[in-house]
C-alpha cells in the first residue's frame, strides 16, 4: 500500500502552478458552460429521476436488454462479441485484425511520415473502455500502428501520457506545452497559437483516416430497441473512424444500454449539456447497419461490470460519463487526473468521484485508496444528470465494500461496522420506507421541517458530512410531495412525460402547424449562435451556385435529388455522387431540422450523403422549412429505419487546448442551411 506515494502525487499537483493554471481554465468554464446549457430544458429534476430511473431499471434488467441489443445488432449485420476482461477483448480486437488479410495487402498501406513501415493502421476515436484495457499498448506490442484522432487524446498520446480528464483528455496542459510538443514530434515551428495547433493535427490525421485499415471507437449509447449504437464527438473524428475505414470496431461497456429510442432522446437530453455545456454535441450519430463495403464489429466488454452489478457499487454503472462530477468536485479541481494512482503507483483510468468508485469497483484493490480523495461535500451528486449518489457509494468504497470486497462486508449484510446508533437510525428508516402509510405521513413531516427550517439554514449547521449549511441551501419547499405529485400526473395520464413537447404523443400535426414559423426563427437563432449560416431561398439551385461561384468552387459532391442539376450544369458547376477528399463543398438533403439547437438530420442513402458532410471543407443542407421539428425527441422517429443518421449541430468544433473554441477540426469548417 503506497499512500505515502499517493499523499505525494497529491502535493505535487497542488504545487504545480502550470497545472492548477490550466485546471482552473477547464473546470470553472465547463461548470459555467453546464449551468447557461440547463436553463434551455424545464423540468431538470424531473429529467434527471426520470434519467435515474431508466439507468436503474437497464442495470437491473441488463441480461435482457442485452440479448434484445445482440439480436437487433446481429440482425443489422454487425458482427457482436462478447468479452469477459480486457485479455479476451485485446485477443478479440486482434483478431479482427487477423482475419482480414485482404484488407491489410501490403500495397493499401502507406507510411505515415515515415514513423511507421508496413503495419496495420488503427485510426481511433475517444474511448474510455479502451484506456480501462489499455488496449494501445497491448496492440502497439503486436507490432499494430494505433492512432488516437480526439485532438485532446493525440496530444496525451504524443506525449506517452494518459488522459487525465474524461471528457477533456489534455485538460492539465497548457497552450506552451501543446506548442512545444508539436514543435518536437510533429516538426512544426514553435507557436501558441491555437488554431494553428488545431489546423497542424486536422492535417496529419486526414491522412490517418484516409489510410486507416481499421476505425475504432467507443459507444456513448447501445439502443436495445433497433440495435444501433450512438456515438456524439464534436470535432467529427468519431464520424470518421465509423465511415471511412473497410472495418469499424466498436468498443462497448455492457452497461451502456438504453431501452429505446425515446430514453435515447432523454439520454442526449442531459449528456451534452453536463459534459460539455452544449445543447446537442457537434455530431450525434446513430449507427444501425454497417456502411457499403464495411464491416462492423461490436464489442460488449464485462471486465468486472458483473461483479460491480452484484455489489454495493452498482449504482455507479448508472453513470454516463459526462464528467461532471470531476468539474464539481474540489478536490479533482486541485488535483487533475493525473494524481489519481493506484497503490502501484499506476494512474486509474477513471479519475474524480465516479473514478473513485468505478476504477476500484472494475479493476480490484489497487485503487482503493483513492476513495480518499473526497472531502464527500456533496457536490458530485448535486451535478450528477442521472442522480447517482456519489457520497455514499464513496463511503461504501472507504468501509470496504468494494466488489473484491463484498464478501467481507456488503450493504444490507447486517449492517457490519455501523455504529448501534446508525443502525437503530437504518431500521428506523426501513420500517417507515417499506410501509406506504408511514411514508406518506413521513414525507409531510420533511416538507414541513424544509419549510420552516430553510430560512434559517445558513445559522443551522448539520453535523459533518452533509455539507447543508455550510456550502449548500436547503432545498426550496416543494408544497407538495413527489409521491401526490406522482398521483396526480398518473390520474391526468402525464406521468411518464419528460420532455417539454408534446406533440408525439398528443398529435404532432397539429401542433407543429401551430409552431412552424418559431420554430423557423428559433432554428436560425440556434444555428448562427453556433456558427452556422441559414439562407432562407425559394429557389436553392441558384442560391447554391452564387456561393459555390462566390469561392471560386467548380466541383462538388452532390446527393441525387437535392439541387436542380440541369442549372448547375448551365453555371458550370461540375459534380460526383462519390466521396472525394480533394473536393472543397459536399451538398446533401437535411430530412428535418431541429429547432430549438439548429441541427439536421442527414441520414444515409444513394450519393453517400454521410461522407458528403464530413469529408468537404464546407457542407450545404438544403432543408424545408415544413421539416422543422420542435426538438430531438419529436424526429427521433425518423431515423429508426435509417441504416445510419447524424445529427449535424453547428460546424465541426474544439476546445481541447486551453478551453479556446476552435471551429473546424476533422469535420467541414461552414455548415451553410438553405431553407426553402
Ligand atoms: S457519475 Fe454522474 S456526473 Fe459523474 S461522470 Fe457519471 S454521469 Fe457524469
Redesign the pocket.
Known amino acids: 500500500m503506497s499512500t505515502t506515494s499517493f499523499r505525494q502525487r497529491i502535493r505535487e499537483s497542488i504545487n504545480n502552478e502550470t497545472l492548477q493554471i490550466a485546471l482552473d481554465n477547464n473546470t470553472e468554464r465547463r461548470l459555467k458552460g453546464r449551468a447557461i446549457a440547463f436553463q434551455s430544458i424545464p423540468n431538470l429534476d424531473e429529467r434527471r429521476q426520470r434519467a435515474h430511473a431508466v439507468r436503474a431499471d437497464v442495470i437491473e434488467h441488463l441480461d435482457e436488454y442485452l440479448a434484445q441489443f445482440i439480436a437487433k445488432s446481429e440482425d443489422n449485420g454487425v458482427i457482436v462479441h462478447r468479452a469477459k476482461d480486457a485479455a479476451e477483448a485485446i485477443k478479440i480486437v486482434l483478431q479482427i485484425t487477423k482475419d482480414s488479410p485482404q484488407r491489410f495487402a501490403k500495397d493499401s498501406l502507406v507510411p505515415l511520415d515515415g514513423i511507421r513501415g508496413e503495419k496495420v493502421l488503427i485510426a481511433k476515436s475517444k474511448s474510455m473502455v479502451s484506456e480501462e484495457i489499455e488496449l494501445n499498448h497491448a496492440l502497439e506490442k503486436e507490432g499494430i500502428e494505433i492512432v488516437e484522432t480526439d485532438l485532446g487524446e493525440y496530444i496525451v498520446q504524443l506525449r506517452h501520457e494518459r488522459p487525465s480528464h474524461?471528457i477533456t483528455p489534455a485538460a492539465h496542459l497548457r497552450k506552451e506545452q501543446v506548442g512545444e510538443l508539436f514543435q518536437e514530434k510533429l516538426g512544426i515551428p514553435y507557436t501558441t497559437d491555437i488554431p494553428t495547433l488545431t489546423a497542424t493535427a486536422r492535417k496529419v490525421l486526414r491522412e490517418v483516416f484516409l489510410k486507416a485499415d481499421i476505425g475504432l471507437s467507443g459507444v456513448n449509447f447501445g439502443v436495445a430497441e433497433t440495435g444501433g449504437i450512438c456515438l456524439v464527438t464534436n470535432e467529427g473524428n468519431g464520424r470518421m473512424v465509423t465511415t471511412l475505414p473497410p472495418v469499424h470496431i466498436a468498443l462497448m461497456g455492457m452497461e451502456r444500454i438504453v431501452p429505446n429510442l425515446d430514453d435515447l432522446a432523454l439520454m442526449l437530453s442531459l449528456l451534452p449539456r453536463?459534459a460539455t455545456g452544449q445543447k446537442l454535441t457537434v455530431y450525434t450519430q446513430l449507427l444501425h447497419k454497417p456502411f457499403k463495403n464495411q464491416q462492423r464489429h461490436i464489442i460488449l466488454l464485462d471486465n468486472g461490470r458483473t461483479r460491480l452489478r452484484n455489489s454495493p457499487l452498482k449504482e455507479s454503472l448508472y453513470?454516463?460519463?459526462?464528467?461532471?462530477?470531476?468539474n464539481a468536485c474540489p478536490v479533482f479541481r486541485e488535483l487533475s487526473g493525473h494524481a489519481y494512482i493506484g497503490s502501484d503507483l499506476s494512474i486509474a483510468p477513471y479519475p474524480g468521484?465516479?473514478g473513485s468508485v468505478i476504477s476500484p469497483g472494475l479493476l480490484g484493490e489497487n485503487y482503493v485508496q483513492l476513495a480518499q480523495a473526497s472531502s464527500l461535500c456533496g457536490a458530485?451528486k448535486e451535478?450528477?444528470?442521472?442522480d447517482?449518489d456519489?457520497p455514499k457509494l464513496l463511503t461504501r468504497v472507504r468501509a470496504d465494500m468494494s466488489p473484491s470486497h463484498s464478501g467481507r462486508r456488503a450493504a444490507g449484510e447486517g449492517g457490519a461496522g455501523l455504529s448501534p446508533a446508525t443502525k437503530f437510525g437504518l431500521q428506523i428508516f426501513a420500517r417507515v420506507a417499506t410501509h406506504p402509510i408511514l411514508y406518506a405521513a413521513s414525507q409531510k413531516f420533511a416538507a414541513l421541517g424544509t419549510f420552516l427550517f430553510a430560512p434559517f439554514s445558513q445559522w443551522l449547521r448539520l453535523p459533518a458530512f452533509t455539507g447543508w449549511g455550510y456550502s449548500k441551501d436547503f432545498p426550496r419547499f416543494a408544497g407538495k410531495s413527489f409521491r401526490e405529485r406522482f398521483s396526480n400526473k398518473s390520474a391526468e395520464g402525464e406521468s411518464a412525460d419528460w420532455s417539454n413537447s408534446k406533440s408525439v404523443k398528443s398529435g404532432s400535426a397539429v401542433l407543429h402547424s401551430n409552431t412552424r414559423p418559431l420554430s423557423d426563427v428559433q432554428f436560425t437563432t440556434e444555428l448562427t449562435a453556433l456558427g452556422g449560416h441559414v439562407h432562407a431561398d425559394q429557389n436553392p439551385t441558384l442560391a447554391v451556385i452564387q456561393l459555390l461561384k462566390s469561392r471560386g468552387v467548380e466541383k462538388i459532391h452532390l446527393e441525387p435529388n437535392t439541387l436542380d442539376e440541369i442549372i448547375l450544369r448551365a453555371a458550370g458547376i461540375e459534380f460526383t455522387r462519390e466521396p472525394d477528399p480533394q473536393i472543397l463543398v459536399g451538398v446533401t438533403n437535411a430530412i428535418c431540422g431541429l429547432a430549438d439547437t439548429g441541427s439536421v438530420l442527414i441520414v444515409d442513402g444513394a450519393g453517400d450523403p454521410l461522407k458528403a458532410s464530413l469529408l468537404p471543407e464546407i457542407h450545404i443542407a438544403i432543408l424545408k422549412s415544413s421539416d422543422i421539428f420542435p426538438s430531438l425527441p419529436d424526429a427521433m422517429h425518423l431515423v429508426k429505419n435509417k441504416s445510419s443518421a447524424v445529427f449535424i449541430t453547428g460546424p465541426s468544433r474544439t476546445a481541447d487546448i486551453e478551453m479556446t473554441l476552435t471551429i473546424g477540426v476533422h469535420g467541414p469548417k461552414e455548415i451553410h442551411v438553405f431553407l426553402t
Open positions: 474524461i453536463s453513470c454516463i460519463r459526462c464528467g461532471a462530477c470531476l468521484p465516479i458530485c451535478v450528477c444528470p442521472v447517482i456519489l
